[in-house]
């Protein structure tokens, strides 16, 4: 029975225990067989799985959905559809679907599943605007019954990578529809996935076990439960006891545990850290439409960014673990590789900028005013991430030092992701969305309403900025969209809307035993499925 609840949108730190030992029911001699079960802790509940929407954990969405393609690090790969063409003029685009899948359900995966599917996106559209794809699906086309053809009303290079997302673009079965819809709810997740969702207890815990009509390779994993557990030190015990055993960053970037902790863990010998590639950039966003706030001046802004002592960061919160950053995103990632301003940890800089600013102390204030306003703002992080509150405290220290103060609110990840929305905010942390992603889906945040919207637009050329970011993901030709996205990354980066801090990766803590450990190319995600004990 699925109990669900409201909208709460997921941040989980991820905690899983093999339980072993099984024998027959009719106490033959025959041999006792491992029990092959996961036992994850997550700080939240999975949430409603709906793949249409976002509150759900993208983790377990993960298990349980399937896209028509897949990205690797070698490229864009088949997975629901084993070929597909482009057209020549990029506006067409042919998939020809896996003839011997279905859903949990049973029901058949066709090109009139996919249909439904694609359509009760694209009537849910503004929900989805941080996608360009969104924007540019015209028609959907059964050419037979494993044949679709999405027409696009303009050539769209980063159509297939976004085909590849967690989500939205993945399948539901259709008979989980109401009255032809998914936007608002779903009666079922019955996915084409290796896991099935079999049971949910909100706030308890969420079981999947292994669908036996998988397509694919059988996973070894037999089932996986989702145990809800406080992130910090209860994750923390329950590892010690042996109660939990496996550990990994959430899909907010937070990580249940601190550093000192892991490596104890580590030299307990019990337990291996198993560390991806760099795949995002931690950052702290800067709202330029908040009129009323210091911080829709670039003078602040600048002056926040020459007060993060990265170093600091990477080598006392993260034992160096993740990096310095100075970029919104990395140079490894595809057309960042910019030449732009360099702002180093400059607390004197900082000072000039607030003082030719007209930022004044007076009368002995420590904080500075202008116009008779403090030079106060409010910074949100996420209660769940002890490095997110260490870093804002640092930031809160440096800040008074050079007559800014900031008030620290911490809250639930959801909280802060409405905020984002709505615009209510100062300051709040965030990151990319990764290496699978980025640029572009970043970069299509900054102009969408459910994003970075708020970020942008209080900035001199944000109808510039947005006209751009319209044109790069059009652009046919290399050179224009190398130059369009130089131009882009270099408004946000003078206007210091985005603050970077470190850039980050994936961490688990597991098992010496636990073989297959890897990642994929979302920073959501790990492939439970190729997981085994050796």
């Excluded at 998914?182 to 079922?188: F, M, N, S, W, Y």
């Excluded at 030079?375 to 440096?398: P, T």
């Excluded at 990319?432 to 637009?457: K, M, N, V």
Aim: aromatic share 8%; hydrophobic share 35%; with cysteine.
């Amino acid at each position: 029975m699925y109990i669900k609840k409201g909208v709460v949108l997921l941040a989980w730190a991820l905690v899983l225990v093999w339980m072993s030992g099984c024998s027959d029911n009719q106490g033959s001699t025959s041999a006792k067989q491992e029990t092959k079960e996961l036992v994850y802790a997550t700080a939240k509940d999975i949430n409603d799985m709906n793949p249409h929407l976002y509150p759900g954990s993208m983790a377990a969405q993960g298990m349980v959905y399937e896209s028509l393609v897949e990205n690797t690090p070698e490229g864009i790969k088949p997975l629901l559809a084993d070929s597909w063409e482009i057209s020549n003029d990029g506006k067409e685009y042919t998939f020809h679907l896996r003839k011997d899948v279905t859903f949990h359900d049973g029901a058949p995966f066709n090109a009139d599943a996919v249909k439904q599917n694609i359509e009760a996106v694209q009537s849910n559209a503004s929900k989805h605007t941080w996608i360009k794809l969104s924007t540019m699906i015209e028609d959907i086309h059964i050419l037979g019954e494993h044949t679709i053809q999405l027409k696009l009303t303009e050539p769209y290079y980063p159509a297939l990578l976004e085909l590849s997302m967690t989500r939205p673009y993945v399948f539901l079965s259709p008979n989980d529809f109401i009255d032809g819809e998914t936007k608002d709810g779903v009666k079922g997740y019955n996915g084409t996935g290796p896991y099935k969702l079999t049971q949910h207890v909100t706030e308890q815990y969420a079981r999947f076990e292994v669908y036996d009509r998988y397509w694919g390779i059988e996973p070894q994993i037999q089932s996986i439960t989702a145990k809800v557990l406080p992130a910090g030190e209860t994750t923390l015990l329950a590892l010690q006891k042996g109660e939990v055993n496996f550990v990994f960053t959430d899909d907010r970037g937070t990580d249940s545990l601190d550093v000192e902790a892991m490596q104890r863990l580590v030299d307990s010998g019990n337990y291996q850290i198993v560390r991806s590639e760099p795949m995002n950039t931690k950052m702290i966003v800067a709202n330029s439409s908040k009129k009323e706030s210091p911080v829709s001046e670039l003078a602040v802004r600048e002056a926040l960014w020459h007060i993060v002592d990265r170093d600091t960061i990477s080598r006392a919160i993260f034992s160096g673990t993740e990096t310095p950053a100075n970029t919104l995103f990395s140079s490894n990632v595809n057309y960042a590789n910019v030449e732009l301003k360099h702002r180093d940890y400059n607390p004197q800089a900082a000072l000039a900028l607030l003082e030719q600013d007209g930022w004044q102390t007076v009368d002995g204030n420590d904080i500075r005013v202008k116009d008779g306003k403090p030079l106060s703002m409010k910074l949100y992080y996420d209660v769940n991430s002890s490095s997110q509150k260490i870093q804002a405290e640092l930031l809160q220290s440096e800040s008074l030092k050079i007559g800014i103060q900031l008030e620290l609110i911490g809250e639930e990840s959801s909280s802060i992701a409405n905020r984002r929305t709505t615009g209510d905010y100062d300051l709040l942390f965030n990151q990319t969305w990764g290496l699978a992603y980025d640029p572009q889906s970043t970069i299509t945040a900054f102009a969408s309403e459910t994003s970075y919207r708020h970020t942008t637009s209080g900035i001199p050329q944000a109808e510039e900025l947005y006209r751009k970011i319209d044109e790069v993901m059009v652009s046919v030709d290399e050179d224009t969209r190398k130059a369009l996205y130089r131009d882009i990354l270099t408004i946000v980066h003078d206007e210091a809307v985005f603050i970077p801090l470190t850039n980050g990766s994936v961490t688990v803590v597991a098992p010496t035993r636990l073989q297959g450990i890897g990642f994929k190319q979302t920073q959501f995600e790990l492939p439970f499925e190729r997981m085994y004990l050796q």
